[in-house]
């Protein structure tokens, strides 16, 4: 079962920053936060991960609170092109394997309206 | 050029029936995995293999099995299929979890999955 917790929509306007919250009040401290999206149709696509400092690279940002029991994808400036299922995941970093689980929960449909 | 495909993008077939749906990636990655998504748009692994070690998910019938051919390909085969198989198949591959900027870092290339309608 996932261990995170998603709201399942959210809307955000065009040019706006999309905030999507996620709460995982139950991470253990060798588990990383990771986001993948996935667009209508297409495989799920990779965004971000981190541990506990905050992380931005070209596609968004991500926040994690000091706890770690929660984070925050941060879009910047959301295009239509960002409506998708945004998924929260939780994971225990596998050192050195090759082999890795990504339990997907139900995520939150982000929808940006023109 | 395409990281990770799959053929066909869609399989319509009769209950009962055996078949296959293929996957590569050209990547080099040393891993490969198979996900089911269904029709409520869970996605769920079911395999995740590399030339060491086959992890099935154990909630797969055993009438699904991966093959790997090579370590570029992993095909998915179904034998007897039944209308509860129907869902959107995904592959996805992964290399070695590395070290980066002080953070291990891991990340799985989809495909654009296989529509599998069984009737």
């Known amino acids: 079962d996932a261990k995170t917790t998603q709201p399942p929509s959210m809307d955000c306007a065009e040019g706006r920053a999309a905030n999507l919250p996620c709460n995982h009040s139950t991470i253990s401290g060798n588990e990383y936060v990771y986001w993948y999206r996935q667009i209508h149709s297409q495989g799920p696509q990779y965004i971000i991960h981190g541990l506990k400092n905050n992380e931005t690279n070209e596609m968004a940002s991500l926040i994690i609170t000091e706890d770690r029991k929660s984070s925050t994808l941060i879009l910047p400036h959301a295009t239509l092109r960002d409506t998708a299922v945004y998924y929260c995941i939780v994971r225990v970093a596998n050192y050195g394997g090759s082999q890795g689980n990504l339990i997907f929960g139900k995520g939150t449909k982000l929808s940006v309206k023109p | 050029d395409t990281a990770v495909s799959q053929t066909p993008k869609y399989l319509v077939t009769q209950m009962g029936n055996d078949k296959s749906i293929k996957c590569e990636q050209n990547l080099g990655h040393d891993t490969m995995y198979w996900y089911k998504q269904d029709s409520k748009k869970f996605l769920k692994i079911m395999f995740s293999?590399?030339?060491?070690?086959?992890?099935i998910n154990e909630t797969v019938p055993n009438r699904f099995s991966p093959k790997s051919p090579d370590k570029a390909h992993l095909n998915l085969h179904i034998n007897s299929l039944e209308l509860g198989d129907s869902a959107v198949y995904f592959c996805?591959?992964?290399?070695?979890?590395?070290?980066?900027?002080?953070?291990?870092?891991?990340?799985?290339?989809f495909g654009p999955g296989t529509r599998l309608t069984v009737l």
């Open positions: 293999y590399n030339n060491k070690e086959l992890i």
């Open positions: 996805a591959s992964s290399q070695a979890e590395g070290l980066a900027g002080g953070r291990w870092s891991y990340e799985q290339f």
